[in-house]
């Protein structure tokens, strides 16, 4: 027991590194583009008194802010005499009497020129174009627009990010865009073309009790693109591993060049969407990204080294293998839960995924006959059927007994509530969540759980408090069997890349 333990305990000191955000050195240079996630002052142009209407998107930026712990000096500007939250509105970037680095639009597209050129002669260094209606949009106007605006920008040294997106999140500085993201600074940072995709894969990380370092959303991506973030997160000493949702790009080599040597440097995980006929007339609609083709991409990731995910769920599954387990060396698998038909949906889904399931050898299976006395009602092979409604002692018990067995390389632990028709609910989630956290704690290798519920989470909200208790035991949860074997699968082929120097597989 004692040996299981501190097993647990040494792996989580050593994958800490994956979890903990980082101090920058005080020798080290922090890397390019670090400005625009820290910026000195900001303007948010596009606000009207809060008495005229206090839910302009300008005001919602200014009150998101705010809320997540924005410090630094905070001017709304736009029409009308008033104020934003209590602080004073700016009738235009000029008046602002102090210097503001960095400014949010959101105005119609038709202000943006004279926008830019005020921002110039302000000293603005970077501005964030939630406005839409530049490239993205059918009318070639759209395009011209965009790209004067660019000319103005680069006239006078300022970065854009988008136009056409939700800008940055970034819980160090107080910068967000969503309302309840979490406020704890991680170690993930993630870069999405689709502001859509970006807030979808921010909640998704956080109900997983995953944070970020920095997240942006970078649109149109007319200045600041998906190359030049890979190349800052890279070298970000506070990030340790890259996400990324891209619909294309116009810097075919220089992302390849990247992705190498960013997935050289840390675990990078992209969800490259459209990559189908109907997707790829989206993306040009919707960013106005050069797709390219499924086969372009492959090829692309098999090359850097980059780990292909085709969800952001699965994105984020694969980040919780890689921050909450230990190395993966093997696809061997140890397959535990409770139900003849559960254990056997399991191990379809194990299978299907990657994972291979060996027989328990004839004397682990006559450790848990001894234990139970009988197998009626349980399945001592693999995957073992072990009931917890015999007590959760006795579960410990019987996964102590198998795990000396060097026959598997991880475990992988299931369970499905609502399935006794005998059991009031709350007692069937708090027994199942007991004996997952129970038979993880004596677990002697790799393990991952999945919490199975299939009707409606209901008011009681017990799915939800079930699943937090795993992640507050730091355990590697997922919502069902299938998708914590996929990312244990995807998570081995890059570990397995990176002992053997290869980049040829995802």
Not at 44 to 55: A, C, H, I, Q, Y
Not at 299 to 309: D, E, F, K, S, W
Request: hydrophobic share 35%.
């Amino acid at each position: 027991m004692h040996v299981k333990l501190d097993f647990w305990r040494s792996h989580r000191l050593e994958y800490s590194v994956l979890k903990r955000t980082s101090e920058l050195p005080q020798n080290m240079k922090r890397p390019e583009l670090d400005y625009i996630f820290h910026p000195r002052s900001t303007a948010v142009v596009g606000t009207l008194p809060d008495s005229l209407n206090k839910f302009k998107l300008g005001n919602q930026f200014i009150r998101m802010l705010l809320e997540y712990g924005y410090k630094d000096p905070l001017y709304p500007v736009g029409e009308g005499e008033g104020d934003v939250c209590g602080i004073k509105i700016y009738q235009s970037i000029s008046e602002i009497p102090g210097p503001v680095d960095y400014v949010i639009s959101a105005v119609q597209s038709k202000y943006v020129l004279q926008l830019v050129e005020e921002c110039g002669r302000k000293g603005v260094r970077v501005m964030h174009f939630f406005t839409s209606g530049f490239s993205e949009i059918e009318d070639k106007s759209g395009q011209e627009l965009q790209e004067q605006m660019v000319g103005i920008a680069r006239r006078y040294g300022i970065r854009v990010i988008g136009p056409n997106c939700m800008g940055i999140y970034c819980p160090e500085s107080g910068l967000a865009f969503g309302m309840n993201f979490s406020k704890k600074p991680g170690s993930v940072g993630y870069l999405a073309q689709s502001g859509g995709q970006c807030i979808i894969g921010v909640r998704e990380a956080n109900r997983r009790g995953i944070d970020f370092s920095k997240v942006i959303s970078y649109g149109n991506a007319c200045d600041i693109n998906e190359c030049d973030l890979l190349e800052y997160l890279t070298d970000d000493p506070a990030t340790h591993v890259i996400t990324a949702y891209i619909e294309g790009t116009n810097q075919g080599p220089r992302l390849l060049k990247a992705l190498r040597r960013a997935a050289d440097t840390k675990p990078v995980i992209v969800f490259k969407c459209a990559d189908t006929g109907g997707g790829s007339q989206a993306a040009v609609s919707h960013t106005s990204a050069i797709a390219g083709s499924s086969l372009t991409w492959d090829a692309l990731l098999r090359q850097t080294g980059a780990i292909r995910v085709y969800n952001v769920q699965e994105m984020f599954d694969v980040v919780t293998v890689l921050q909450r387990c230990p190395e993966i060396t093997g696809l061997r698998a140890l397959v535990v839960g409770h139900g003849g038909g559960s254990c056997v949906q399991a191990s379809d889904d194990c299978c299907r995924a990657g994972l291979t399931m060996p027989l328990l050898p004839p004397e682990f299976r006559q450790a848990l006959w001894n234990i139970y006395k009988f197998d009626a009602g349980n399945i001592f092979k693999n995957p073992l059927d072990i009931n917890p409604y015999w007590g959760v002692d006795k579960a410990r018990e019987a996964l102590t007994a198998v795990g000396s067995w060097d026959g598997v390389d991880l475990i992988l632990l299931h369970s499905t509530p609502e399935q006794d028709p005998f059991v009031p609910r709350e007692f069937q989630f708090k027994l199942h969540t007991d004996a997952l956290v129970g038979w993880g704690e004596v677990a002697s290798k790799p393990v991952v759980m999945a919490m199975n519920v299939n009707t409606a989470p209901g008011d009681d909200g017990l799915p939800e408090k079930s699943f937090q208790r795993l992640l507050d035991a730091d355990f590697a949860a997922f919502p069902t069997v299938v998708r914590a074997a996929t990312a244990l699968v995807r998570a081995y082929n890059y570990y397995r890349r990176r002992r053997g120097g290869r980049r040829d597989s995802v």
